[in-house]
């Protein structure tokens, strides 16, 4: 019994905590996931690994519900997530009992943070093995808010940002392509920075977008579909305007 | 001094209920809402101890929120009911909640409903029920003047016949009712029975 005490996460002799940082591997093997935010919009994207042919799609939801107006997307060890979602769900309404008010997304961010880290610290257990982006409403001001947490506990909050598969090659597209959008186009950056890594199609990916009035909506495959389409047009139309101009003297 | 009652209709159900909180000699407030709007399609109206009925009804509220969250879809009215009826029973030898409940609720599949829950863990499914003193007159009433399948009117005159009773033969009848419907499109309140208003305060 007392074998089970040890910490499993402890310090090595520089510093590391290797148990989170091969959590962090198992995040970047996990599914690609991609999170914007807008002025009025937040946009929510996953990869979607190609499903069985006998397996039942809709019983493999990535992005979910915590509350009415926060949602989560998750890349890494898809288990793990079960139990942090489940716990983050009854925290959301034991606050609404406790305090009456619905929880901002800060709070259910530390909140999640704050759970992942004590998965660092205790005896017997392992870290668990994933990164979340947590999006949603302020409940009074409205004002729409990403944060992203990590399997050691850290949480940020962010503007555009991915996890998961190639997250570094996503996170570099939106680095040079991020400005202020709002509705439609900030749907539209989030496909674009997905498709830099997930073949295209909407079978591929999973698309939610959340806006204050409406709460979170996941998007149709014919709807992905459709802005795809618009997506790979815009793009042809960028190349052949490239190959253009040198011919117009 | 609670009175609480309600019954069902040709596709929904109505609860009414009196808004004084009243302790011993004083009353509080004559607008205590007494009828939860538990989630989009249920209504709890409750009467009892306020504190505990308060607190029962909102920890109700949240739990039945989270089995949505964690379910992807509602309960069902009886699913609903018979998780309230369990809360009761678990606490009823150990620190039970002195509340009596009328949950009305309308699912798609079956149609309106209404659960008779009293404070030591009953549970029925009925088509008129009442709590209080108010219940000697109001079930009297409604066993004269219900049948099935009546319209919101004739359930809405049907419920201000109850209220004029109770006012008329209830030695300390509470003035002021509140009334919510639940149906297809939802919970909602109907309307407020007053015959006193809080006096507005003179400006200086």
Same mark, same amino acid.
């Not at chain 2, 596709?11 to 538990?38: C, P, Q, R, W, Y």
């Given at each position: 019994?007392? @074998? ?8 090595s002799? +520089?510093g590391h905590?290797f148990?989170?940082? $091969?959590? *962090?591997?198992?995040v ?8 914007v935010?807008?002025?009025d919009?937040v946009?929510l994207?996953?990869e ?7 397996? +039942?799609?809709?019983t493999? @939801?990535?992005?979910v519900?915590?509350? +009415?107006?926060?949602? *989560?997307?998750?890349?890494g ?6 139990v942090?979602?489940n716990r ?7 606050? @609404?009992?406790?305090?009456?008010d619905?929880?901002?997304?800060e $709070? ?29 409403? +302020?409940? $009074?001001t409205?004002v729409?808010s990403?944060y ?21 090659s ?7 392509? $991020? ?5 439609q186009?900030t ?5 674009r ?14 698309v939610?977008?959340?806006?204050k009035?409406h709460?979170l ?9 459709a ?6 047009a815009?793009?042809a ?5 490239k ?7 | 001094m609670?009175?609480?009652f309600? !019954? ?7 609860v009414?209920a009196?808004?004084?909180a009243?302790?011993?000699i004083?009353?509080h407030?004559s ?12 209504l709890i %109206? %409750?009467?009892?101890?306020?504190g505990?009925?308060? #607190? /029962?009804?909102?920890?109700i #509220?949240k739990?039945?929120? &989270?089995?949505? /969250?964690r379910?992807?879809?509602? &309960?069902?009215? %009886?699913?609903a ?14 620190n039970p909640?002195?509340?009596n ?8 599949e079956?149609g309106?409903? !209404?659960?008779?829950?009293?404070y ?7 088509d008129k029920?009442?709590f ?6 109001s ?8 049948h099935?399948g009546m319209t919101v ?5 049907l419920?201000d016949?109850c209220i ?5 033969r209830?030695?300390v009848?509470?003035?002021? /009712? ?25 400006s200086?």
């Amino acid at each position: 019994m007392a @074998r089970y005490d040890r910490a499993i996460t402890v310090f090595s002799p +520089d510093g590391h905590l290797f148990q989170v940082e $091969y959590a *962090l591997e198992a995040v970047r093997k996990g599914n690609a996931a991609v999170g914007v935010r807008g002025a009025d919009i937040v946009v929510l994207g996953v990869e979607k690994k190609s499903t069985a042919k006998l397996q +039942d799609s809709r019983t493999v @939801r990535k992005i979910v519900s915590l509350d +009415d107006h926060i949602a *989560l997307a998750c890349a890494g060890l898809k288990a793990d997530a079960r139990v942090l979602i489940n716990r983050a769900r009854i925290e959301c309404q034991s606050h @609404r009992l406790t305090v009456e008010d619905p929880v901002t997304v800060e $709070y259910i961010t530390r909140y999640i943070a704050g759970l992942q880290q004590k998965y660092t610290q205790s005896g017997g257990v392992r870290p668990f093995g994933l990164s979340t982006l947590i999006v949603g409403f +302020d409940p $009074y001001t409205g004002v729409p808010s990403l944060y992203q947490t990590d399997p050691s506990g850290t949480f940020s909050a962010w503007k555009a940002n991915a996890t998961g598969r190639n997250s570094n090659s996503m996170r570099e597209f939106l680095e040079k392509n $991020y400005k202020e959008t709002s509705g439609q186009e900030t749907v539209k950056l989030a496909i674009r920075a997905l498709l830099e890594v997930v073949e295209s199609g909407g079978k591929n990916i999973e698309v939610a977008m959340m806006t204050k009035e409406h709460g979170l909506r996941q998007l149709e495959e014919a709807e992905i579909d459709a802005i795809v389409a618009e997506i790979e047009a815009e793009k042809a139309a960028a190349e052949a305007a490239k190959k253009a101009p040198p011919k117009e003297p | 001094m609670e009175c609480v009652f309600g !019954l069902v209709g040709n596709g929904f159900a109505i609860v009414a209920a009196d808004t004084s909180a009243v302790h011993s000699i004083l009353v509080h407030k004559s607008n205590e809402d007494k009828i939860m709007i538990l989630d989009s399609h249920k209504l709890i %109206a %409750a009467s009892g101890e306020s504190g505990d009925r308060v #607190q /029962f009804t909102e920890y109700i #509220q949240k739990n039945v929120a &989270l089995y949505q /969250f964690r379910n992807g879809i509602p &309960l069902t009215t %009886a699913a609903a009911a018979n998780f309230t009826r369990g809360e009761l029973a678990t606490a009823l030898r150990k620190n039970p909640y002195f509340v009596n409940i009328l949950l009305a609720g309308y699912d798609k599949e079956t149609g309106p409903s !209404l659960y008779y829950i009293d404070y030591i863990a009953t549970l029925h499914k009925v088509d008129k029920g009442a709590f209080g003193y108010g219940s000697y007159f109001s079930l009297a009433m409604m066993d004269r003047h219900y049948h099935s399948g009546m319209t919101v009117e004739e359930a809405i005159d049907l419920v201000d016949k109850c209220i004029m009773e109770i006012r008329s033969r209830l030695v300390v009848a509470p003035p002021n /009712f509140v009334i919510k419907i639940v149906d297809k499109d939802g919970a909602r309140e109907y309307a407020w029975r007053e015959s006193v208003k809080d006096a507005e305060v003179a400006s200086a």
